[in-house]
């Protein structure tokens, strides 16, 4: 005979222990929540573990545990891809009894989440990625997007920017849907608010490291504003190297967080302009949220899409303790229409509500990087330069073409 | 059987016999994807084991497969069969391209030039609109088999897994052992000689190329069914290199190894998972110790200390 | 301002620049590739992951040790150097009597640990390396602004480059090595140490690897991902300019650079597979590379 029934029940043995089991639905009344972010990639420092650790602290704060409901919170790597993403999602919900998956990574990642959800009814508040095809033609019963999108920087860097004396645009694109999108939609800000677009050129994605041309041919354009349509170590570079050659222009990073003005250095950073909705010194009860957070991760400040699952998870325990854990975890559906019917308040945003087309409303904030003169010390690192209020930060519902609107 | 030995055909029935309960006891869609692996992984080896040719590209024609069928799906309503069928039609016509181009290299030239396709197949599917970009086609239908059977449940797309893999499995070991696979022995063994005889062998490795870029495809279309998205996860080079280690963990040249391989590594990764970048480094490792240590690989092994070909 | 093509100089000049500098990268890594794989005849695929070693390295003198960018020129090659004299004696040594294929598999999986073991401790949003104060600033040249650092870099390839041409194709030690790829136990035999030669040129092309690093790490951030940005574009330079020539690489890298960078002005969108594309075409015309010898 050819294998020996030894090895092969030894080689079973030692794989059943790593191998997925299904396993019978546990009836524990246990709220299970899943934080779905990149934990060692590119956005580890704008979501990632920090963001894990405020979903915990969100669950201390609700104070859901004096109610008697049990909440459990596990984590996994999505590492930024999309079919890795998906199939955490589905296992989770298949396998291992998740209720709701929050963060939720980049766009790509975050629609195709949104699709599983859909199928297996679970909810899904997702606050990393930026597309704001999830709330238009992507939309479901079961998402709601959290923090931020790119409409709201669009209109905050276009529209605010333009108001603040910025009204000559000159645009550096990722070229791939993310970048034309932020390009466009922040083009036609600028242009409402009274501002040209004087050009633009568009980079290779990915695999462009060195923008040193890009960079002369805006400043050559006589722009007085270079709008940095890109994200991450495209945006990175881009500022870097704008320093490097004493571009007088300002810079305008259109998806720029504060982990980023961190990594770069604020002697490099000064003068950059960024919107972000939320930063920990803005007022008492973001500068509260901060300290408690501090306390479980000292290291870091959090960034909006660190911030923004605390108060998603927030909101959905208060839901839970409204509705009752069972239905909350046995309808997706029906729990995402109770998390609309209530206003939302916690320290993060502070008031703020949620649309039929499942968008998360709050107002959104146009910084400006401090000098290294004017910084106290690690992450002081911006002045408030405009404030665009909650009605007028997102795209008007009617115009988002998301199937569960009846316009 | 088929000419299975009798170790083999031992072999071939207890691999039947797993795939078929399986599914009692594991999660369907971890099983669905190992046998979509096993098939990239068998399809690679029938390159690497029987023509001794080293590709590091065949994540491109994986991931046209995928892209392929998902996008005749999705957007033209192509019942799953036919949506497989049409990723292996493409998997193997892009396999004929660059085969053409990279069989008049062998060894280290060979690796480097399929290497560098693929990646001008990666960026080329970076920029087209088809692929959907960053995002990926997503939400792609599994549709109903031959247009009467849905396969949105579980357990009936997995039956279709089977087969598709098992179909390809079977070909794969029939071209081995055909007078067609013969003939590739001999090349393997002693091209010159080959050639003295009379035999084209450009020709030979050209068609062993395209039949194992074509099995590729369908192993990425059937994938892209399973998961419903085609990424550029899909056609980037880690997933050459995925591959590449499944094949060698697995035993490269044997015929049971892929199927192991993908087993093993896939479990292993899954198990890994929250552990972000230990993939990576334990990937890195597995390599290192099979190269170093375990060339011949777990089937290899297995199959030396018997004296035994599986 | 003058037009060239209908593009503006200073534009066109830039982006001229920009390609001679990643040309200069492009040669470097190739440069040292080649020395490796005409030498030792493995294709160093853990070459990426080593020029990313050497980025890191110069950072973490400068954060740990205060050594500043200067001597990090010298130190982090000599270090990145010692290293991969390391890994030659422990594990590429055991492979050359095997398939050339099982070197690649080696380095391959070297190349994923050394990228995990930085992207888990260092994260991956990159750390900052500063232009050192000696070479900020640009240029006015009148037809373009040329920064002081990149002019730098293209010098300091340059000179690397044709000094290791040097070394290899005119003195006595070139010719041993030469002689070595050519009939090793020939070599062996008038009593020179040939596998200490062989680590050594290892050890000398992941040197060249690691002080194309330095020089990149003002510029790029530094992070875990820099080498596998270039690793594969270098391959294919490498075949287009033929495995094992030193002089190949050279010309190629720098001419491919120039290639890119012209692609990226008149035609952006193909900047990316351009070099893909020349490959292509020399492969169907001549398939040993522009200046190899075929195997």
Known sequence: MGISRRALLATAATAATALPVVRARAQKQTLKIGVLTDISGLYQDIVGPLAVEAVRMAVVDSGVAARGIDVEVIAADHQNKADIGSNIARQWYDRDGV???????????????????????????????????????????????WTYDTYMLARSTGGAMVKAGG???????????????????????????????????????????????????????????IGLANAGTDATNCIKQAREF?????????????????????????????????????????????????????????????????????????????????????????????????????????????????????????FQVKKPSESKGPWDYYNLLGITPAEEAFRPMALGNCPLVKV | MMGFSRPQNGAFWLMVAVIAIAPAILYPVFLMKVLCFALFACAFNLLIGFVGLGSFGHAAFFGMGAYVTAYSAKAWGFTPELAILAGGLVGGALGLAFGWLAIRRQGIYF??????????????????????????????????????????????????????????????????????????????????????????????????????????????????LVFGIATLTDVNFPMSGEVILIALL???GTIFGPVVGAAVLIALENYLAPFGAWVTVTQGVVFVVCVMAFRRGIVGEIAARFRIAL | MMMIFGIPAPLLFGQLLLGLIN???????????????????????????????????????????GIGYWWALLLAPLIVGAFGVVLERLFISKLYKLDHLYGLLLTFGLALILEGLVRNFYGSSGLPYRIPKELQGAQNLGFMMMPNYRG???????????????????????????????????????????????????????????????????????????GSNFIIVVFAVVVIGGMGSILGSIVTGFGLGIVEGLTRVFYPEGSATVIFVVMVIVLLARPAGLFGRAH
């Open chain 1, 99 to 145: 209720d709701m998956i929050t963060e939720g990574g980049s766009s790509a990642v975050a629609l195709a989440v949104a699709g599983v959800s859909r199928d297996k009814n679970k909810a899904y508040l997702t606050s990393g990625p930026a597309t704001s095809d999830l709330t238009g033609p992507a939309c479901n019963a079961v998402t709601i997007h």
């Open chain 3, 152 to 226: 730098w870099v293209v010098v300091a390839a340059l000179v690397v480059c044709i000094v290791t041409w040097l070394v290899i194709e005119k003195t006595s030690i070139g010719a041993k090595l030469r002689a070595a790829t050519e009939n090793a136990p020939l070599v062996q035999s008038f009593g020179i140490n040939v596998p200490r030669m062989i680590t050594l040129t290892y050890g000398a092309g992941v040197a060249l690897a690691a002080f194309a690093g330095v020089l990149a790490a003002p510029i790029y951030s530094v992070n875990p991902n820099m």
């Open chain 2, 111 to 224: 690796a480097m030039i399929t290497l560098a396709l693929a990646q001008m197949n990666y960026f080329l599917c970076t920029q087209a609109d088809f692929t959907g970009g960053e995002d990926g086609i997503q939400g792609v239908p599994r549709g109903d088999l031959f247009g009467l059977i849905s396969l949105k449940s579980d357990l009936a797309m997995y039956a279709v897994v089977t087969v598709v893999f098992l179909a390809g499995f079977l070909l794969i070991h029939r071209i081995v052992h055909s007078p067609f696979g013969q003939v590739l022995k001999a090349i393997r063994e002693n091209e010159p000689r080959a050639i003295s005889l009379g035999y084209r062998t450009d020709d030979y490795k050209l068609m062993v190329f395209v039949i194992s870029a074509a099995l590729a495809g369908i192993a990425g279309g059937t994938k892209s």
């Open chain 1, 246 to 366: 004493g571009i007088k222009a300002t810079l305008a990073g259109m998806l720029v967080v504060i982990s980023d003005i961190h990594s770069l250095g604020i002697d490099v950073c000064q003068g950059l302009v960024l919107t972000e909705s939320f930063y920990w010194d803005l007022n008492p009860r973001t500068r509260a949220f901060a300290e408690r957070l501090r306390v479980r991760y000292p290291s870091r400040r959090p960034t909006m899409q660190q911030a923004g699952p605390y108060s998603a998870t927030m909101h959905y325990l208060k839901a839970a303790a409204e509705l009752g854990v069972a239905r909350i975890k046995s309808d997706g559906a029906a729990a995402i229409a109770e998390l609309k019917k209530i206003p939302t308040d916690d320290d993060v945003f502070g008031p703020g509500l949620i649309r039929p087309d499942g968008r998360k409303i709050h107002p959104s904030y146009l």
């Open chain 3, 23 to 65: 040309g200069a990268f492009y040669a470097l890594l190739s440069l040292g590739l080649a020395i490796i794989f005409g030498m030792l005849n493995i294709v160093n695929f853990a070459h990426g992951a080593l020029f990313m070693l050497g980025a890191f390295t110069a950072w973490g003198l400068l954060n740990y040790g």
């Open chain 1, 167 to 225: 009204n000559s645009w000159y645009f550096i694109t990722a070229d791939y849907a993310f970048g034309h999108a932020l390009a466009r939609d922040t083009g036609a800000f600028v242009e409402q608010a009274g501002g040209k677009v004087l050009g633009g050129a568009r980079t290779p994605f990915p695999g462009t490291s060195d923008f040193s041309a890009f960079l002369l041919q805006a400043q050559a354009s006589g722009a007085k504003v």
């Open chain 2, 250 to 252: 697995g035993g490269m």
